[in-house]
């Protein structure tokens, strides 16, 4: 994403203005969103206790609720 900005790509309006930038956002929260289920999984189901695991979780916890709270809530 920071490269196609830095080529002068500028955002549109909505999440379809410009799928240049958009495109690479939602593989990346896509991302985001499947290591945080499965970093869940494997804590709950696998009874996974490394720390670097349940750091992972928490950060991605996060990111994800600010990714829905981003497309839930219009500015």
Do not use: C, D, K
Request: net charge positive; no cysteine.
């Amino acid at each position: 994403m920071v490269a196609v900005v830095a080529s002068g790509q500028r955002g549109g309006q909505s999440i379809s203005g410009n799928w240049w930038i958009s495109g690479p956002a939602l593989v990346a929260g896509v991302g985001a969103v499947g290591s945080f289920l499965t970093g869940l999984v494997a804590v709950l189901l696998r009874r996974e206790r490394s720390r670097l695991v349940l750091a992972a979780v928490i950060v991605e916890g996060f990111v994800t609720v600010f990714l829905i709270g981003e497309l839930a809530v219009p500015h």
